[in-house]
């Protein structure tokens, strides 16, 4: 067994996207299609070519469709295990909950469902968890930050070399958080089980105290945030 396979990968899934309305009212947003695969078969493929096998998807709104349609994950090569929500729970509530599923030895990956990066090096980001693990200051998080787009010009966090900042300073660039990441399992040990909870908080907590590191990706990364998205991306992916 590779080092890759027992790091575990956590799709989030359990967003309502409201923006993608039509589209989203009979099917979960990260089921919708680019070039006929879900967004989540893209993340799925992408993790299991990176030698990620222990992979725990949440969801809640009709959660039980993308159940149907992944099952237990062996067509992808992968072992699936679900985390559902009576009521999405927020990123780091989501987080929480499938914990004991993931079952991290401390760093997992985390993606959010919606995004589509088709060419994002996963082996290259598993080998930054492994800096981490040996660095004299572990961090809780590394994020992967992205150029603004434009539906989100004033992007989110500072990224000052390899250190994520919630505040400016000399040398820094402001970026969008891409979705991507990995965490340390110490980051939600206050979070309480089905308690609905935000991941922006404690991150910037934990940039407080120095312990947020990041990557700037130049790839190609999309938030298939509206309809007029997805239409453009089916158009350029054909």
């Known amino acids: 067994m590779t080092k ?5 990968g956590l799709l989030l899934a359990a967003g309502r996207g409201e923006r993608m309305r039509p589209l989203t009212d009979e099917l979960p947003k990260p089921l919708l299609k680019i070039k006929e695969k879900s967004l989540l078969q893209w993340h799925l493929e992408a993790l299991s070519a990176a030698g990620i096998q222990n992979i725990v998807i949440n969801h809640a709104w ?3 469709k993308i159940e149907k349609a992944l099952g237990n994950g062996s067509q992808f090569g992968v072992e699936i295990q679900y985390s559902p929500e009576g009521v999405a729970l927020e990123t780091a509530g ?7 599923l993931l079952n991290p030895d401390d760093y997992f990956l985390v993606i959010n469902g919606d995004v589509f990066c088709p060419d994002f090096p996963i082996k ?3 080998e930054a968890y492994f800096a981490l693990k040996d660095s004299q200051n572990p961090p809780l998080a590394h994020l992967v930050m992205v150029p603004n787009p434009s539906q989100h010009p004033a992007g ?3 990224l000052n070399h390899s250190q994520v900042s919630n505040l400016e300073s000399p040398g820094t660039e402001r970026l969008t958080f891409s979705g991507i990441g990995i965490y340390h399992c110490d980051l939600f040990q206050d979070l309480v089980i089905d308690i609905p909870a935000k991941l922006a908080p404690l991150l910037r907590a934990a940039m407080q105290d120095n312990k947020v590191s990041g990557e ?3 790839g190609p990364w ?3 945030g509206t309809p007029q998205r997805l239409q453009e991306l089916n158009a350029v992916y054909e």
Request: hydrophobic residues 35%; charged residues 20%.
């Open 94 to 100: 989501g987080i929480r909950k499938a914990l004991p």
């Open 222 to 224: 999309h938030d298939v």
């Open 156 to 158: 989110d966090f500072y």
């Open 4 to 8: 890759s396979t027992q790091f575990p």
């Open 124 to 126: 290259k980001l598993i």
């Open 62 to 64: 009709l959660g039980q």
């Open 216 to 218: 700037k990706y130049l």
